[in-house]
């Protein structure tokens, strides 16, 4: 998957809890971003990157934050874990010269209890 | 009313067929549009990308745009039961923030041996 590891794959946690998901690439692209995929709704953007500590918000921004430290790093934590954050959560990159062409990760699985 | 539109399917064709896949679309800003293959528990895979109005081949693959009737279409020739997946239609206006991409649902395609 073009360079880019998830972790966890799959995780479960209870409501309340604190959860970090980690996207990692190895391609050295600019721009970064965490979508989310639900039945009926398909993938809806979260937050994205554009470069390391410049990031903004998407249109399910709600309850998610990110930060970007490294280029290769981008992290999406959930303060709070609702059951409404049960989904399918995917992380991108696209680089400069050809932004609009993303490239997926595998995807981590996330049950919220 | 969604932005983009796509039928969710199930298609099902016996290998060899002729696929169809289309998807509606109410912006008329959308300029850049994408087909994205998205296999059981993967991420979404880029499969074709185009720019404005056309036609675009490669392999098997046809993408289509009329901006006119806002539809966008993929053809797949001589079906394989490997092209069994969900495509996703995906589009982005020009220098949007975020280079946000908007999807459709996904068209899920059963091939037949």
Redesign the interface.
Known sequence: DAGITQSPRHKVTETGTPVTLRCHQTENHRYMYWYRQDPGHGLRLIHYSYGVKDTDKGEVSDGYSVSRSKTEDFLLTLESATSSQTSVYFCAISEDRDKEKLFFGSGTQLSVL | QKE?EQDPGPLSVPEGAIVSLNCTYSNSAFQ?F?W?RQYS??????LM?TYSSGNKEDGRFTAQVDKSSKYISLFIRDSQPSDSATY?C?M?RVNN?????T????TRLMVKP
């Open positions: 983009v850049y994408m994205y528990r993967k991420g979404p895979e880029l990308y996703l995906a982005s923030a975020g280079n946000m991409l999807f459709g649902g996904g």
